[in-house]
């Protein structure tokens, strides 16, 4: 979907570095309409059978950055539509069947703006599968919003989608793993004592055993409950109502 401001990174994956689910989490959620790679930034789902068909359903790629960015390659990425200044995409009301947007909403200047186009853009009964940041670093060059789960079922709902279901990922003991695992590559840390010596140790686990963190987790720690209060990344899925 469509930030209305400038934003880099469409087509690029996803990846924290271990133990973040939301990628795979996305990919589940829209098995049943497209079946695609899921890529941060932004697609809408067309259901019109074409010659790009994939499972009878065609993703169409959109650019969020509305051309303004000189270091997006639109043919390298496929891009089907770029925004116009106001953040509108350029086909009429109703015309896909879903929506898919993976970490985009933080970076958008009206997210209220960004929901609305999303809505008016599905047909009748058509669905919104949106991922964002929970709690995360600033990244981007416009980094601007972090979300709560109810706040952003809020801003679903306010947009006008109905059935709205948000999950929460890569929480509580999962999430501070990531952070320690991510965090402790960076080096900056105190030679000696607890503070310098669990980082430094998770940094040398991590270089010898890079998918040590993500089994021991797995197996370790209890799984999702959906009901964490400290948690990386949000996922919400709503649809549009069938009349209206």
Do not use: N
Not at 13 to 20: K, Q, S, W
Not at 59 to 82: C, N, Q, S
């Amino acid at each position: 979907m469509l930030p209305s401001q400038p934003r880099s990174g469409l087509g690029s994956r996803h990846r924290t570095g271990g133990c973040l689910e939301h990628e795979d989490v996305c990919a589940a959620r829209v098995t049943g309409a497209v079946r695609a790679r899921v890529v941060q930034g932004a697609a809408v789902v067309d259901g019109r059978r074409t010659s790009r068909d994939r499972g009878g359903h065609r993703l169409r790629r959109i650019d969020p950055v509305g051309g303004k960015t000189a270091d997006l390659d639109t043919e390298r990425y496929g891009v089907d539509y770029e925004l116009d200044d106001s953040g509108r995409c350029p086909v009429p009301d109703a015309t896909f069947d879903g929506v898919l947007s993976t970490q985009v909403l933080e970076h958008v200047t009206e997210p209220d703006a960004y929901l609305r186009e999303a809505y008016r853009i599905l047909r009748p009964g058509g669905r919104l599968v949106l991922s964002t940041h929970g709690v995360w670093e600033d990244h981007g060059s416009q980094d601007l919003w972090r979300w709560t789960a109810d706040g952003l079922a809020l801003f679903a709902c306010r947009a006008g989608f109905i059935d709205v279901g948000v999950r929460r990922l890569t929480g509580d003991a999962r999430a501070l793993l990531l952070l320690l695992r991510r965090y402790g590559r960076d080096g900056a840390w105190p030679a000696g004592g607890v503070v310098g010596t669990l980082p430094r140790l998770a940094r040398w686990w991590d270089q010898r055993r890079p998918a040590a963190f993500d089994k021991y987790a797995d197996r370790h720690l209890p799984p999702p409950t959906g009901h964490e209060l400290f948690y990386l990344a949000i996922l919400v899925e709503a649809r549009r109502p069938d009349a209206g």
